[in-house]
């Protein structure tokens, strides 16, 4: 574990980011549930629609969160402006994926909140981790 130019490790920032997406998603969830009737998807071949549970959502969330620690160590070691370049890439891939729960979303209502728990959970991940991350490799 290093420490950057903010004085925290990686890892317990990582791990307070998670923790934080997993508490915004579980109340989106329930919001989400109490707002629609079913939050319905078809997954990628399927031919069924599913109801979205909240165990899925947690672990969307919790893979979020690994996925951005990763991409935050890997900018931190390679990128000469690590946290511009991790929020870049954090935004255009979160823009990217929020194209998927149009295309398996059963109604429009259910796409929409997706997007919004996609991005009440990209708030603390990219937010605190880009906190983490130095302006400048030394």
Same mark, same amino acid.
């Given at each position: 574990? %290093?420490?950057?130019?903010?004085? $925290? &490790? @990686?890892l317990p920032t990582a791990g307070l980011?998670?923790?934080?997406? @997993? !508490? !915004?998603?579980?109340?989106?969830? =329930? ?8 939050? @319905?998807? %078809?997954? /990628?071949?399927?031919?069924? /629609? *599913? *109801?979205?549970?909240?165990?899925? &959502? ?12 990763v991409l935050a160590?890997?900018?931190? $070691? =390679?990128? /000469?402006?690590?946290?511009?370049? =991790?929020?870049? !890439? ?10 998927? /729960? =149009? ?6 209502? %259910? ?9 009440? !959970? ?12 130095? *302006?400048?490799?030394?």
């Amino acid at each position: 574990m %290093t420490t950057q130019s903010t004085g $925290r &490790a @990686l890892l317990p920032t990582a791990g307070l980011v998670i923790v934080a997406a @997993l !508490v !915004v998603v579980t109340v989106m969830f =329930f919001v989400a549930s109490a707002a629609t009737d079913n939050l @319905l998807v %078809t997954p /990628p071949g399927g031919d069924a /629609p *599913e *109801e979205v549970v909240l165990g899925s &959502a947690l672990f969307a969330a919790a893979a979020g969160g690994v996925v951005g620690t990763v991409l935050a160590w890997a900018m931190s $070691r =390679f990128a /000469p402006r690590p946290r511009n370049a =991790f929020v870049t !890439v954090s935004v255009i891939g979160l823009a990217l994926y929020g194209i998927v /729960p =149009f295309t398996a979303a059963e109604e429009t209502a %259910t796409a929409v909140w997706l997007n919004l728990m996609h991005l009440g !959970v990209a708030i603390p991940v990219v937010g605190g981790l880009a906190k983490y991350l130095p *302006e400048r490799r030394t």
